[in-house]
């Protein structure tokens, strides 16, 4: 079975873009249970070092290298408020770009959804195009989808769950993409 990973650019886990990826994943965990395994991930829970040559044992990159590594797919869902990406998510994305691992890149052709989210205005599509280029140049597979639902609210509702509007746009969307994509491949190597 194919392991989905989401995860929230932003490092407030209070923001838009970090519910949106926990509601997605609530989502996907109810349609696709079964068939793709659903895994959350907060990358504010690693205490990343700086990048540095002697700090390639540290045990929060070896866990971090072991959770991106056993993915096969992501959904990464864009920080609102910055205009580009959190340092965290920066930081992350270096330690497993440097990763080393007997298998397979860490990152490497792997599918991946990137969805900025506004309730209104433009919120987290200002950090779509430099979080779009990060991604690329891990060399992931990006599909790329900004998520509008309504002006009247956001993706997610009062309860922490997609709204139907938006599960419908992820669905014909990114989110879509990236799992036929993995059942696709599950298909071909079963």
Do not use: C
């Not at 997605?24 to 793709?36: C, D, H, L, N, P």
């Not at 309730?119 to 599909?143: F, I, Q």
């Amino acid at each position: 079975m194919r392991t989905l990973l989401f995860l929230s650019g932003s490092s407030l886990r209070t923001s838009l873009n970090s519910r949106l990826s926990i509601a997605a994943a609530r989502f996907a965990e109810s349609k696709f249970g079964g068939q793709i395994n659903v895994l959350s991930v907060d990358l504010m829970e690693y205490a990343l070092p700086p990048i540095a040559a002697s700090a390639a044992d540290d045990p929060s990159v070896g866990a971090l290298t072991k959770l991106f590594n056993g993915a096969d797919g992501f959904f990464v869902s864009a920080d609102e408020y910055t205009g580009a990406f959190s340092t965290q998510f920066r930081l992350s994305l270096n330690w497993l770009m440097l990763a080393e691992t007997e298998t397979r890149p860490v990152l490497s052709g792997k599918p991946t959804a990137l969805v900025g989210a506004a309730p209104m205005g433009v919120g987290g599509m200002r950090g779509l195009p430099a979080l779009k280029h990060l991604l690329e140049v891990a060399a992931m597979d990006v599909h790329l989808q900004q998520l509008r639902p309504d002006t009247r609210g956001g993706p997610v509702d009062k309860n922490g769950n997609l709204t139907a509007a938006s599960s419908k746009l992820l669905m014909d969307g990114a989110l879509g993409r990236v799992t036929e994509l993995l059942k696709e491949t599950s298909e071909s190597t079963a």
